[in-house]
C-alpha cells in the first residue's frame, strides 16, 4: 500500500482510505482514461512499425502540418524503446564496473570510447544488418532508429549510476553489513535508492539528448543507403532540405508539446517519488510537487489492484541470493594476486589483436595523408571541446546550483531545460549558415558553439541532480555556522555537487565530440559552410559511403576521447571517490 500523507488529502479521501473502500472513485476514473489513451496510442505506434518497407516510397514524409501527431508518436515510441533498453544496460554493465575491478577495467574504458563514436558511426555500420533483420518491413528500419537513439542515452545514463555506486556513504555501507544484507539486498535496499536522484535527471537529459539526434536517427543516409521514418526528425530533415522555415517552426512548436507531456506524465512523477530517497537527517520543508503523482496516491481501486505486486517486489528484493556483505568484499579483492595479473594480460592481449587488426585494414586502405588529415582535425575538435565544456561550466554550474537548492523552481525549469537540451542543432543550422555566408565570418569559430548547444545541458542536469540531492541538514549546519560566499562554495556546495559535475562534464565533452559530426558541416538547402575538424572529416566520409575513411576518423575520435578521459577526468573520479563522499 502506498502512504498517503494526510494533509495532502480531503477529509472524505482519508476516510475512505481508513475504511479500506475498495470501490472506484473520482481518481481511478482518470487514471483508467489516461491509461487507456496511452494503451491505445501504443498499439497503434506498434502496429505502424511493422508496415511493409515499401510504404516508406509511395507515402513520403509528408510537410503536412496534419501528419505531425501520427510523426509525434512514432518518434516518442522509439525514443522510448530506446529508454528501455538503456536502463537494462545500465543496470547491468554499471552495476557490474561497480562491483568489479576486472570488469571496470574493461567496461569503463569502452564507455569512454562508445560514447565518443558519433551516431553517424553506429550507423554506418549497423543500419544494413538491422534493415537485413526484416528486409520487407519497416521494423528493420525502425531497429536501426532505435539504436541510434540507444547510443546517443545509455552511456550518460551508465556513467551516473556507477558514479552514485561508487561514492554511497560509507556509514550507510556499513549499516547494510551490520543488518548482513547479501549483495542483492544491498543494492536495491541501499545502492540503487541513493543512485535514483541522480539517474532520473539523467534520464531526462538522456531523452533530451536523443532529440538532439533524432534527425540522424530518422533520415539515415549511409552512402547508397537511404530510410526516411515518418517522424518529427525526418519531417525537419524534409523542412531544412526545401528550406521550408514554416515547417521548422512547426516540427519544433510539436517537440516543444511533446517535452511537456511526457515531463508531466513520466519525469516529473518520478522526481517526486524518488524524493523520499534523499540522504539527509532531516526533511526538507520544500519538495518536488506533481499533479499526477498525487492523483496516483489518491485512487481506491487502483491500489488495491497493484498492492499484491508491490507486495511480491518487496519479498523479490529480501531474497538473500547470495552470503551476507560481511563476509564479501570487491570479488577480485578476494581473489589471487596471480588471478588480476592473467586478466589483466588477456585484456592487453586482446586490445593489441584489436589494434593489429585495425592497423592492417587501415593499412591497406589508406595512406598516411589520411591520418594526418585525421589527426590534425582531432586537434582542432579538441580544442573547441575544451574551450566550449570551460564555457559550459562557468555558465551552468551556479545556475545549476541556484536551482537545485530550491525544488519549486526546478519544477518549473524543468520542462524548459529539457526542451532547450533536445533543441536540433539543425534547426539552428538556417540562422546560422545564412549569417556566416552574409558576414564572411570565420566558421571555425562560429560553428563552435553548435556543438555545445545539446551538451552543454549535461552539465546543469547533473549539477541541478547534485544540488537537489544535497542534504537538507548539511545546509542547516552551513547556515549555523555562517558560511557565506566564497567559503560556502568551496567548502560546502562544490564539494557536494561535484560527483555529479564529473558525471555531467565528462558525458557533455564526449557528446560535444559526437555533437561535432552534425556541427561541423552545417547545410541550408545548397548552402554549406564548413569548419575545419574531425566532424567534418567524418561526415564526408559517411556522406560518400568510404568505410576505411570512416573507420579512421571515428578510431582517431575514440583515442582523443579515452587519452583525454584518463588524462582528467578519471583522476577527479577517484578524488571525488577517496575525498569528497557524504560520510
Same mark, same amino acid.
Given at each position: 500500500?502506498?502512504?498517503?500523507?494526510?494533509?495532502?488529502?480531503?477529509?472524505r479521501?482519508?476516510?475512505?482510505?481508513?475504511?479500506?473502500?475498495?470501490l472506484?472513485?473520482?481518481?481511478?476514473?482518470a487514471?483508467?482514461?489516461?491509461?487507456?489513451?496511452?494503451?491505445?496510442?501504443?498499439?497503434?505506434?506498434?502496429?505502424?512499425?511493422?508496415?511493409?518497407?515499401?510504404?516508406?516510397?509511395?507515402?513520403?514524409?509528408?510537410?503536412?502540418?496534419?501528419?505531425?501527431?501520427?510523426?509525434?508518436?512514432?518518434?516518442?515510441?522509439r525514443?522510448?524503446?530506446?529508454?528501455?533498453?538503456?536502463?537494462?544496460?545500465?543496470?547491468?554493465?554499471?552495476?557490474?564496473?561497480?562491483?568489479?575491478?576486472?570488469?571496470?577495467?574493461?567496461?569503463?574504458?569502452a564507455?569512454?570510447?562508445?560514447?565518443?563514436?558519433p551516431?553517424?558511426?553506429?550507423?554506418?555500420?549497423t543500419?544494413?544488418?538491422?534493415?537485413g533483420?526484416?528486409?520487407?518491413?519497416?521494423?528493420?528500419?525502425e531497429?536501426?532508429?532505435?539504436?541510434?537513439i540507444?547510443?546517443?542515452?545509455?552511456?550518460?545514463?551508465?556513467?551516473?549510476?556507477?558514479?552514485?555506486?561508487?561514492?554511497?556513504?560509507?556509514?550507510?555501507?556499513?549499516?547494510?553489513?551490520?543488518?548482513?544484507?547479501?549483495?542483492?539486498?544491498?543494492?536495491?535496499?541501499?545502492?540503487?535508492?541513493?543512485?535514483?536522484?541522480?539517474?532520473?535527471?539523467?534520464?531526462m537529459?538522456?531523452?533530451?539528448?536523443?532529440?538532439?539526434?533524432?534527425?540522424?536517427?530518422?533520415a539515415?543516409?549511409?552512402?547508397?543507403?537511404?530510410?526516411?521514418?515518418?517522424?518529427?526528425?525526418s519531417?525537419?530533415?524534409?523542412?531544412?532540405?526545401?528550406?521550408?522555415?514554416?515547417?521548422?517552426?512547426?516540427?519544433?512548436?510539436a517537440?516543444g508539446?511533446?517535452?511537456?507531456?511526457?515531463?508531466?506524465?513520466?519525469?516529473?512523477?518520478?522526481v517526486?517519488?524518488?524524493?523520499?530517497?534523499?540522504?539527509?537527517?532531516t526533511?526538507?520543508?520544500?519538495?518536488?510537487?506533481?499533479w499526477?503523482?498525487?492523483?496516483?496516491?489518491?485512487?481506491?481501486?487502483?491500489?488495491?489492484?497493484?498492492?499484491?505486486?508491490?507486495?511480491?517486489?518487496?519479498?523479490?528484493?529480501?531474497?538473500?541470493?547470495?552470503?551476507?556483505?560481511?563476509?564479501?568484499?570487491?570479488?577480485?579483492?578476494?581473489?589471487?594476486?596471480?588471478?588480476?595479473?592473467?586478466?589483466?594480460?588477456?585484456? !592487453?592481449?586482446?586490445?593489441? /589483436?584489436?589494434?593489429w =587488426?585495425?592497423?592492417? %585494414?587501415?593499412?591497406?586502405? #589508406? @595512406?598516411? +595523408?589520411?591520418?594526418?588529415?585525421?589527426?590534425?582535425?582531432g586537434?582542432a575538435?579538441?580544442?573547441?571541446?575544451?574551450?566550449?565544456?570551460?564555457l559550459?561550466?562557468?555558465?551552468?554550474?551556479?545556475?545549476?546550483?541556484?536551482?537545485?537548492?530550491?525544488?519549486?523552481?526546478?519544477?518549473?525549469?524543468?520542462?524548459?531545460?529539457?526542451?532547450?537540451?533536445?533543441?536540433?542543432?539543425?534547426?539552428?543550422?538556417?540562422?546560422?549558415?545564412?549569417?556566416?555566408?552574409?558576414?564572411?565570418?570565420?566558421?571555425?569559430?562560429?560553428?563552435?558553439?553548435?556543438?555545445?548547444?545539446?551538451?552543454?545541458?549535461y552539465?546543469?542536469?547533473?549539477?541541478?541532480?547534485g544540488?537537489?540531492?544535497?542534504?537538507?541538514?548539511?545546509?542547516?549546519?552551513?547556515?549555523?555556522?555562517?558560511?557565506?560566499?566564497?567559503? !560556502?562554495?568551496?567548502?560546502? /556546495?562544490?564539494?557536494? =555537487?561535484?560527483?555529479? %559535475?564529473?558525471?555531467?562534464? #565528462? @558525458?557533455? +565533452?564526449?557528446?560535444?565530440?559526437?555533437?561535432?559530426?552534425?556541427?561541423?558541416?552545417?547545410?541550408?538547402?545548397?548552402?554549406?559552410?564548413?569548419?575545419?575538424?574531425?566532424?567534418?572529416?567524418?561526415?564526408?566520409?559517411?556522406?560518400?559511403?568510404?568505410?576505411?575513411?570512416?573507420?579512421?576518423?571515428?578510431?582517431?575520435?575514440?583515442?582523443?576521447?579515452?587519452?583525454?578521459?584518463?588524462?582528467?577526468?578519471?583522476?577527479?573520479?577517484?578524488?571525488a571517490?577517496?575525498?569528497?563522499?557524504?560520510?
Amino acid at each position: 500500500m502506498v502512504f498517503v500523507p494526510r494533509d495532502r488529502l480531503s477529509q472524505r479521501d482519508a476516510a475512505e482510505l481508513t475504511e479500506g473502500r475498495i470501490l472506484p472513485n473520482g481518481y481511478d476514473i482518470a487514471v483508467f482514461a489516461l491509461v487507456l489513451a496511452v494503451g491505445i496510442l501504443l498499439i497503434h505506434g506498434a502496429a505502424a512499425m511493422h508496415a511493409p518497407m515499401a510504404a516508406l516510397d509511395t507515402h513520403p514524409v509528408s510537410l503536412d502540418i496534419r501528419h505531425l501527431p501520427e510523426y509525434g508518436l512514432r518518434t516518442t515510441l522509439r525514443m522510448f524503446a530506446a529508454m528501455a533498453a538503456s536502463l537494462l544496460f545500465t543496470f547491468t554493465f554499471a552495476t557490474w564496473a561497480s562491483k568489479s575491478r576486472r570488469a571496470e577495467r574493461v567496461i569503463v574504458p569502452a564507455l569512454d570510447i562508445l560514447q565518443s563514436v558519433p551516431v553517424l558511426g553506429f550507423l554506418t555500420f549497423t543500419v544494413t544488418f538491422f534493415i537485413g533483420l526484416a528486409p520487407n518491413s519497416q521494423f528493420g528500419a525502425e531497429l536501426a532508429s532505435i539504436f541510434a537513439i540507444f547510443t546517443s542515452q545509455a552511456w550518460n545514463m551508465a556513467f551516473s549510476f556507477y558514479q552514485s555506486l561508487r561514492t554511497v556513504p560509507r556509514d550507510l555501507d556499513e549499516v547494510s553489513r551490520g543488518y548482513g544484507f547479501s549483495s542483492w539486498q544491498r543494492f536495491w535496499r541501499l545502492e540503487a535508492p541513493f543512485a535514483a536522484p541522480g539517474l532520473i535527471w539523467n534520464m531526462m537529459m538522456s531523452m533530451s539528448g536523443g532529440w538532439f539526434f533524432v534527425v540522424a536517427s530518422e533520415a539515415i543516409t549511409v552512402g547508397n543507403t537511404t530510410v526516411t521514418l515518418p517522424g518529427i526528425g525526418s519531417y525537419l530533415s524534409v523542412a531544412i532540405a526545401q528550406k521550408n522555415f514554416a515547417a521548422v517552426g512547426w516540427a519544433v512548436l510539436a517537440m516543444g508539446v511533446l517535452i511537456l507531456l511526457y515531463d508531466q506524465l513520466l519525469f516529473r512523477p518520478i522526481v517526486a517519488w524518488a524524493d523520499k530517497f534523499r540522504v539527509e537527517m532531516t526533511a526538507s520543508n520544500d519538495r518536488p510537487q506533481s499533479w499526477l503523482y498525487d492523483l496516483l496516491r489518491r485512487t481506491q481501486l487502483l491500489k488495491r489492484v497493484i498492492s499484491p505486486l508491490e507486495r511480491a517486489w518487496d519479498r523479490l528484493m529480501l531474497v538473500r541470493l547470495s552470503k551476507p556483505m560481511q563476509t564479501q568484499a570487491r570479488d577480485d579483492d578476494a581473489a589471487s594476486g596471480w588471478g588480476d595479473r592473467v586478466w589483466q594480460v588477456s585484456i !592487453w592481449i586482446a586490445g593489441a /589483436i584489436g589494434l593489429w =587488426i585495425v592497423f592492417e %585494414y587501415a593499412r591497406r586502405t #589508406l @595512406t598516411w +595523408s589520411d591520418l594526418a588529415a585525421a589527426l590534425g582535425g582531432g586537434f582542432a575538435t579538441l580544442l573547441r571541446v575544451i574551450v566550449l565544456i570551460a564555457l559550459a561550466s562557468v555558465v551552468w554550474v551556479p545556475i545549476g546550483v541556484w536551482i537545485g537548492l530550491r525544488p519549486r523552481v526546478a519544477q518549473l525549469v524543468q520542462p524548459l531545460a529539457q526542451f532547450f537540451a533536445a533543441f536540433p542543432a539543425n534547426v539552428l543550422f538556417p540562422f546560422a549558415v545564412v549569417a556566416i555566408v552574409s558576414t564572411h565570418a570565420n566558421p571555425d569559430i562560429w560553428l563552435s558553439p553548435l556543438m555545445v548547444l545539446g551538451t552543454q545541458w549535461y552539465i546543469l542536469f547533473n549539477v541541478i541532480a547534485g544540488a537537489s540531492a544535497f542534504p537538507s541538514d548539511l545546509r542547516e549546519v552551513s547556515s549555523v555556522y555562517r558560511l557565506r560566499s566564497w567559503t !560556502w562554495w568551496r567548502r560546502v /556546495i562544490l564539494p557536494g =555537487i561535484f560527483p555529479y %559535475y564529473l558525471t555531467g562534464a #565528462l @558525458t557533455a +565533452s564526449g557528446g560535444s565530440w559526437n555533437a561535432s559530426i552534425v556541427a561541423e558541416l552545417a547545410r541550408w538547402g545548397d548552402d554549406k559552410v564548413e569548419a575545419y575538424g574531425l566532424g567534418s572529416y567524418i561526415a564526408h566520409a559517411t556522406e560518400a559511403g568510404d568505410y576505411p575513411r570512416v573507420v579512421l576518423g571515428v578510431g582517431v575520435m575514440a583515442v582523443f576521447v579515452t587519452l583525454f578521459n584518463r588524462a582528467l577526468w578519471r583522476r577527479l573520479y577517484v578524488y571525488a571517490e577517496r575525498r569528497l563522499r557524504l560520510d
